[in-house]
């Protein structure tokens, strides 16, 4: 989840969590001194009342919520943190699973990555009061993973999509940042560079359209994102090609500004990745009325629903055909971009945080069944 939008969700939980104790606590007073005054009166009612009061705040009481957002495998004793602090302060501990990705395809991650995130999950699921996933299939992924594992679940999964948009801070501005390419000139696929995102199939993706047609008529395909991990085979491929006589091009890191003018500025986005726990930069640009060309593997079709279209990642004739179709006929690109414009309804990051709040609230009055 981007730090913009993290940090202000937990200050936002962390917000309404003190706000409820501070509403309990009055309502303990108000009650004490309700019964007091009535202990003046009659002790016998004073008596029954207060046994009453005891067994209703006794089961209704709230319990405090441990959410856990981030990359909690990192810390290799953190499932012995988190079973002392279930145990000790009798707290409710609430994750957010964004994917599966280092067990279910261990082949595009650190071996150091792989061995942490096993064994956080074998040690962390069974102590958590409630799982969220992000997406249907991670929800599915996590309840496989714990039946081949025998591990019990506290509860089912609840899923509870990703939010997509830029901050409100964001300013409008005509002026596009300096460096951007030209609107209507290319092709856009926001990520880091990984290997599971599959920038290596769009090289050849690309080589293929510019081979079997006039080099002019191809926009450029913008890379957009940090270069990461697993890709310096792709990196010495792009160099030697000179990014295919510049119909490539790399914008690494850019800012939430220069982001959104390359949205705004595009034909059209594609998003080839071969695994995904929901797909952000397709809801993205839907979000941002941009069709979308994607992937149809895992979560990817949650994220783009009916207003985007797919193909399958690993054929790159598929790709080739879908992506010459639109090139070729720009008032079919056109509909698609007006259709996406007049219907599509993004979930904002306020629903998803109403989501994981509420996600929250039911944890902390769930009976403990660990």
């Not at 006794?58 to 943190?81: H, M, V």
């Not at 939010?163 to 951007?180: N, V």
């Not at 985007?308 to 006929?329: C, G, H, M, Q, S």
Request: contains cysteine; negative net charge; glycine residues 4%.
């Amino acid at each position: 989840m981007p730090e913009d939008i993290g940090k202000p969700l937990l200050a936002s939980g962390i917000a309404q969590i003190r706000t409820i104790r501070l509403l309990r606590q009055c309502f303990k007073i108000a009650r004490n001194r309700q019964a007091i005054s009535h202990a003046e009166k009659s002790p016998e009612i004073f008596a029954n009342d207060t046994n009453e009061f005891r067994k209703e705040t006794s089961s209704s009481e709230q319990k405090d919520i441990f959410l856990i957002l981030g990359a909690a495998w990192s810390d290799p004793l953190f499932n012995e943190r988190l079973h002392q602090a279930r145990k000790l302060y009798d707290s409710r501990p609430v994750l957010l699973i964004h994917d599966l990705i280092p067990f279910r395809r261990p082949e595009w991650c650190d071996p150091s990555l792989v061995r942490n995130f096993q064994h956080w999950l074998k040690t962390s699921l069974p102590h958590c009061a409630q799982l969220l996933a992000v997406s249907k299939a991670t929800a599915r992924d996590v309840e496989q993973y714990a039946a081949e594992h025998g591990l019990k679940l506290s509860s089912a999964v609840q899923v509870m999509p990703m939010g997509s948009g830029f901050s409100d801070m964001l300013a409008e501005s005509e002026t596009i940042p300096m460096g951007l390419p030209a609107a209507g000139s290319y092709v856009l696929f926001v990520s880091t560079l990984e290997v599971r995102k599959n920038h290596a199939f769009l090289l050849r993706v690309w080589r293929r359209l510019l081979s079997d047609g006039n080099e002019a008529d191809i926009p450029t395909l913008v890379f957009a994102g940090r270069v990461g991990w697993l890709v310096r085979d792709l990196m010495q491929q792009l160099d030697n090609s000179d990014w295919l006589n510049g119909k490539i091009r790399l914008i690494s890191d850019p800012t939430d500004e220069e982001l959104k003018h390359l949205y705004q500025g595009s034909l059209f986005t594609i998003f080839p990745s071969l695994s995904e726990g929901w797909g952000l930069p397709v809801s993205e640009s839907l979000m941002m009325g941009v069709p979308c060309l994607a992937s149809h593997s895992t979560s990817v079709p949650e994220a783009g629903g009916q207003f985007a279209r797919y193909f399958d990642p690993e054929n790159v004739t598929d790709a080739v055909e879908k992506i010459r179709d639109l090139l070729a006929d720009r008032e079919q690109l056109s509909f698609w971009k007006n259709e996406i414009r007049t219907r599509f309804i993004p979930t904002s990051w306020t629903q998803s945080a109403d989501m994981l709040l509420d996600a929250c609230l039911a944890a902390s009055h769930a009976e403990d069944r660990s």
